[in-house]
């Protein structure tokens, strides 16, 4: 089975600045960090949810933890100084499509205005040798065709959220030819994942979330899309790619790797949510059931591929986990949580052997 691509003895020691870092994607990634003996500084919004895998996995207690929001440049500018970091990942971020037609100009500000609030923060950091911007598989203009998107297809998301995240890549772009083409700048890239799933999440509107959510309350799932196509991976296989790239960066050669970087998984794994949910219900068991529901509130791409073969073919990052894996341990890690669910000790320790299962290339069974 193929390995994880991350190099522990890379970022042992190591001071790493991650925003973001008490949302899903971002305790996973300060976790990971944490287990390979890096130095992690995180800032962030407090969790966006209750509950959260950030305090329901103690993810504060192997970090510096800074509250603070991505739009105020002064506490953000001091924060990353007082990190002391070498590597930068922007993950902090209004994320929700849906929030995005509810909340448009708070969803542009934090998404524009604040990345770019953080670039101009690491222009002032003379230390900081990389920097990976999370954006998102959304930022491409949708194509009609159904076919798999690469780095070089237009940008164009059309809804608050996605247009936010396009933007975003722009500004990237734009700082990293302007400000950082010395030999010695910080090498700046962005990566686009795709519908990422995992223990912990509990975000509105989601697949998983709504899955575990409705499981646990022993009701019927209610499908909003059910022939909607999405490419479907473990945050940890997402990621994996981040932690590879962010070392390639490193690299005597790592401006040829300041670019857009998308980490998907294989054609296989792009399934429909009702693919999703009705492996999930044979998963589950317990008698879980889904449903379709009347109607959908919120415009979305109905069929969104994406193709990762620079990532396979230059970092050499291959998804470790497949949808079915993924699925199980995702599910696996929400029956946990159920069962004990105010058990810190036991959540931060079942989220941590998930990542050394992960790294190790295992794969285990379902709880």
Known sequence: MTRASANPSFWTGRDVFVTGHTGFKGAWLSLWLQQMGANVTGFSLAPPTTPNLFEAAQVAHGMTSVLGDIRDYELLATALAKSRASIVFHLAAQSIVSEGYRLARETFATNLTGTVNLLDTIRECENIQAAVVITSDKCYAPSGSGTALIEADPLGGKDPYSASKSCAEIAVASWRHSFFVESDACRIATARAGNVIGG??????RLLPDIARAFIAKEALKLRMPNAIRPWQHVLDALGGYLQLAERLCAEDGGNFARAWNFGPAAADHLTAQQVAERCVKLWGESASIEFAG?????????????????????????????????????????????????????????????????????????
Do not use: C, K
């Not at 919120?298 to 073969?309: F, G, I, K, P, V």
């Not at 073919?313 to 069962?339: F, K």
């Open 200 to 205: 912990g999440d509990w975000s509105v509107h």
């Open 295 to 367: 109607n959908n509130f919120q415009q979305e791409t109905h069929s969104l591929r994406l193709d990762a073969t620079q990532a396979r073919e230059l970092l050499n990052w291959h998804p470790v986990w497949s949808a079915d894996e993924a699925l199980r341990h995702t599910l696996s890690w929400y029956r946990q949580w159920r069962d004990a669910p105010t058990d810190a000790h036991l959540i931060n320790r079942m989220t941590l052997s998930q990542i050394s299962e992960y790294s190790a290339g295992n794969v285990s069974p379902l709880h």
